[in-house]
């Protein structure tokens, strides 16, 4: 019996904003994203997920959802959105659409009616409301911290405090109200109706919270908000909680009232142990691995996750999930291009500046790493323009910034619009080929060296790179048979088994190394004389 499509397939993230505007206001939409869909089938990737196009406030890039059956009119209509879902299938790509159940916009009726409720109402029910502490009601109702800074609770008008876990326009909605659940069981089949193939879950582990009176704090490290932090707290009050698999076991039931049966993707950003928990029999399918996402080229930690994260999923019947880059991080480029010991983070909030990327460095790492991420048995993620090279634009002025991480951090964390860039399509134009107009957010002046114009049928590039790996790995990817191979694998190279002929070569260290007999299928870099030089990967066909 063959695997589920999804086991082995290659999965394109689309930011909808940044990817292509077709009427010249500046921002990417669903016509747009049609528009390109030839150019992701040439691409070779199995699927397509885009972040969300309901109608929103935009406070926090689409997160913040007034409606979620609709589409936000700078994006299109329900109707566009049909066409793209359509023409994708027309084209052997696969659609998957984030999913938001923690919060709302506070524009949502339902947050609209819980306002106009007061304290004790059903309507204020659907979300977490709490009286605050101390003479009056003054404090909020524990210490618990917002994702983008400050704390998780603000009050209303009548004295009540709500909580969200992001920021203030975005409530968090309670998990233990049945007409919640019900609600978003509605929502799925709203979609899948629609012929969308599945989800991206967004933060899977926070649904559920610990809601007992008192409210336990976090225990985590010095600042910490605890959304990273599982290891030190397994009894997490919002998150991670055993209750949330109750919610994934619904949802499965009816992800298998549609033939193939929807997909669920979680975003849980934890360890391999608690992580696997979500793609167990009868819950989701697949979990991102952020572990391998955080690793900065270092072969010994590469060896430890991808043994773990492989060995993890096939206990439960599943497989692993990869990921290098995303909407929500600095790009791999720039990111691979600093010294191990400088946190990207950091790096930004200086403007790219201290130390400045290598991003010669950083794009030679960049080619190999993808090599390796898409030779792993399992399914891969790639982020847009990841395929083009695109470094991170940490220089914005302060001016242009979108991300709430800038405004609640109080300017001290600069945010991730730099990843969010609209794409350049052409060589020139006004803003390289994205549209007629210029883009919501600047692209710098060099942009259409990077573009899909510049790169297309250069055998050199980034882009054609991405595309002849797409295209050998599907010779070997439906075989998730894996193991490192004891005569090469050790020190800074990682060595592995892909099914039954394919040897992978991974050089992590700063001196070459000799190849061992075989064809060479693919190399990120050439190949000097038998040699695998450093910061290389390299696809062989044993003899």
Request: proline letters at 8%.
């Amino acid at each position: 019996m063959p695997h589920p499509w999804w086991r082995s397939a290659v999965t394109y993230q689309i930011y909808p904003r940044s990817f292509a505007d077709s009427n010249a206001d500046g921002i990417g939409d669903l016509p747009g994203l049609t528009s390109k869909l030839d150019h992701l089938a040439w691409l070779g990737v199995d699927a397509i997920w885009l972040t969300p196009c309901y109608p929103s406030r935009w406070v926090d890039g689409g997160y913040d959802i007034t409606d979620h059956r609709g589409i936000d009119p700078s994006l299109g209509s329900l109707r566009d959105f049909d066409r793209m879902v359509a023409a994708a299938h027309e084209l052997g790509i696969r659609v998957l659409i984030d999913l938001v159940p923690n919060h709302t916009s506070d524009r949502h009726e339902w947050f609209r009616r819980a306002l106009a409720a007061g304290p004790g109402s059903p309507e204020r029910d659907r979300y977490v409301f709490r009286n605050g502490r101390g003479p009056g009601g003054t404090r909020p109702p524990s210490g618990w911290e917002s994702r983008f800074g400050g704390s998780a609770w603000t009050r209303v008008a009548d004295g009540q405090w709500y909580l969200h876990l992001f920021a203030p326009e975005q409530p968090d909605l309670n998990w233990a109200n049945p007409e919640v659940r019900a609600e978003f069981l509605d929502i799925l089949r709203f979609w899948g109706r629609r012929g969308v193939d599945g989800f991206r879950v967004d933060v899977a582990a926070a649904l559920v919270k610990d809601l007992r009176e008192p409210l336990r704090e976090v225990v985590g490290g010095e600042g910490s908000t605890g959304l990273d932090d599982f290891a030190a707290n397994p009894d997490h009050p919002f998150l991670d909680r055993p209750e949330v698999h109750d919610v994934y076991r619904e949802w499965n039931r009816v992800f298998h009232e549609f033939d193939p049966p929807l997909v669920g993707v979680a975003e849980v950003w934890a360890r391999s142990d608690r992580r696997i928990r979500y793609i167990r029999p009868g819950e989701l399918q697949q979990a991102f691995d952020f572990e391998f996402l955080r690793v900065r080229w270092r072969a010994s930690e590469y060896r430890r996750i991808v043994s773990g994260s492989i060995a993890g999923a096939s206990s439960v019947g599943a497989v692993a999930t990869w990921v290098l880059a995303n909407h929500d991080v600095v790009r791999q480029v720039s990111a691979l291009g600093l010294p191990a010991d400088v946190d990207p983070r950091v790096w930004l909030a200086s403007g790219g500046t201290e130390p400045p990327a290598d991003l010669a460095l950083g794009t030679r790492r960049a080619r190999a790493a993808i090599l390796f991420a898409l030779a792993l048995p399992g399914s891969a993620f790639l982020y847009q323009g990841e395929e083009l090279g695109l470094p991170e634009v940490a220089d914005l002025p302060a001016g242009v910034l979108r991300d709430p991480k800038w405004a609640h951090s109080r300017h001290k964390v600069k945010g991730r619009d730099g990843c969010r860039v609209p794409l350049p399509w052409t060589r020139g134009g006004v803003s390289f080929g994205f549209g007629d107009a210029p883009p919501w957010l600047p692209q710098p002046a060099d942009w259409g060296g990077y573009s899909v114009e510049a790169q297309r049928g250069d055998p050199g590039s980034m882009l054609e790179l991405y595309r002849a790996a797409l295209r050998l790995r599907r010779g070997f990817s439906g075989d998730e048979r894996f193991g490192w191979d004891d005569r090469h694998d050790a020190g800074d190279v990682l060595a592995f088994r892909r099914g039954g002929d394919v040897l992978v070569l991974v050089n992590t260290g700063p001196t070459a190394v000799p190849l061992p007999p075989g064809e060479v299928l693919l190399s990120s870099a050439p190949l000097d004389a038998g040699f695998l030089p450093a910061d290389t990967t390299a696809w062989l066909r044993l003899p």
